[in-house]
């Protein structure tokens, strides 16, 4: 509303702006904070700055894609070596919540149709990469131990999950001939994301409890920890807010008190986090540069606003949704810092390259 390197996540890859080949898949962190940022001007009525986001996130998108299938035509043994890495492999993911995203910002202007072709695209991949990602680079992983690798990066399946639930909810209205088919979906994808994170979060706390953890590895990528809770709220305050459904009509209640819950959690995972980041540039004077797994902490900023801004107008909370009206613009500055510096990364490289031929 973000690969990761082997400590980060999905959102991006080591190096910055590289080739086809070294591209993670996680990049597409980029488009879902681009995006997310977005959907939150819309909510709080800044139409012009929500518009000028959506084109950019839209091209955003559409460079990956090309970018991507570049690299599955020419380099594909490295898009195998990355689902076998469970450092990069959930990185994955990102192409969901970023495909999820942009159809969600194409039902806020009225492009119905697409947003539904989207969903399905999305769901496609979820339940494939459901099934793949977890295989290939965990249980079917030779290497062991394996839970040294649980990074931030594994809650972006969850964010996935979510995406597709805060999709099919926006989306069930404008359908009335696919609502019970849409209800299900949107029940059934949150009850998994839910579930998902409480399993990532054992497999990470482990991770940091029966591992060290230099401060180098404690990259942004950890901040998918509370932007996985923040789209809980956001995929249980659409739900929350669907016509009658037996699905829905049954989990609503439920779902509203969860998804307060879960605010609550985020909130509180925000001091920690910081804590973190000090610890790490702070104290143990990290540098802090350009790196394509910052996306990663972009998303999580602009998506607690957005959380805040739906729960409070879904369950009537007003305070909450001024919470996120003001965060916001919080979210705003961090991304805009966040894309000018990748713009003066890619000049930068572009200008090496260009020198040294």
């Known amino acids: 509303m973000s690969g990761l390197d082997a400590m980060s996540g999905p959102v991006v890859a080591e190096a910055s702006v590289i080739g086809p080949a070294e591209l993670t898949p996680g990049?597409?962190?980029g488009v879902m904070a681009t995006g997310i940022v977005s959907i939150g001007a819309q909510l709080i009525g800044q139409r012009v700055l929500a518009s000028v986001l959506f084109w950019l996130a839209i091209v955003f998108y559409i460079v990956l894609l090309a970018l991507n299938l570049w690299r599955?035509?020419?380099?594909r043994q490295h898009m195998v070596a990355d689902l076998h890495d469970p450092a990069r492999a959930f990185g994955f993911f990102t192409f969901v919540a970023a495909t999820n995203v942009t159809g969600a910002m194409l039902v806020g202007i009225g492009l119905v149709t697409p947003a539904a072709v989207l969903l399905g695209v999305a769901t496609t991949a979820w339940l494939v990469l459901g099934y793949v990602v977890p295989w290939t680079a965990v249980l079917g992983n030779q290497r062991r131990p394996i839970l040294d690798s649980a990074n931030g990066t594994w809650f972006i399946g969850v964010v996935a999950s979510q995406s597709v639930a805060v999709l099919a909810a926006g989306l069930e209205p404008l359908f009335p001939q696919w609502r019970q088919g849409l209800a299900i979906l949107a029940v059934v994808t949150w009850s998994v994301g839910v579930v998902l994170y409480a399993a990532c979060a054992v497999l990470v706390l482990l991770r940091l409890v029966l591992y060290p953890i230099e401060?180098?590895?404690?990259?942004?990528?950890?901040?998918?920890?509370?932007?996985a809770v923040a789209i809980t709220v956001v995929a249980g305050a659409r739900i929350v807010e669907m016509d009658e459904a037996p699905m829905v009509d049954v989990t609503r209640e439920l779902i509203a008190g969860l998804s307060v819950i879960f605010w609550a959690f985020a909130t509180w995972l925000i001091p920690l986090l910081l804590a973190a980041g000090v610890w790490r540039h702070g104290v143990h004077r990290v540098p802090l540069r350009y790196q394509p797994t910052l996306w990663s902490f972009v998303f999580p900023m602009g998506m607690y606003a957005t959380a805040s801004i739906y729960l409070g107008r879904a369950d009537g909370l007003p305070v909450v949704e001024a919470v996120g009206a003001n965060w916001f613009w919080l979210g705003l500055a961090v991304w805009a810092l966040t894309a000018t510096a990748m713009i003066a990364d890619i000049a930068r490289r572009f200008t090496r390259r260009k020198v040294r031929a």
């Open 72 to 75: 599955f035509i020419a380099f």
């Open 215 to 227: 401060p180098s590895k404690l990259e942004p990528p950890y901040w998918v920890s509370m932007g």
């Open 27 to 29: 990049y597409f962190a």
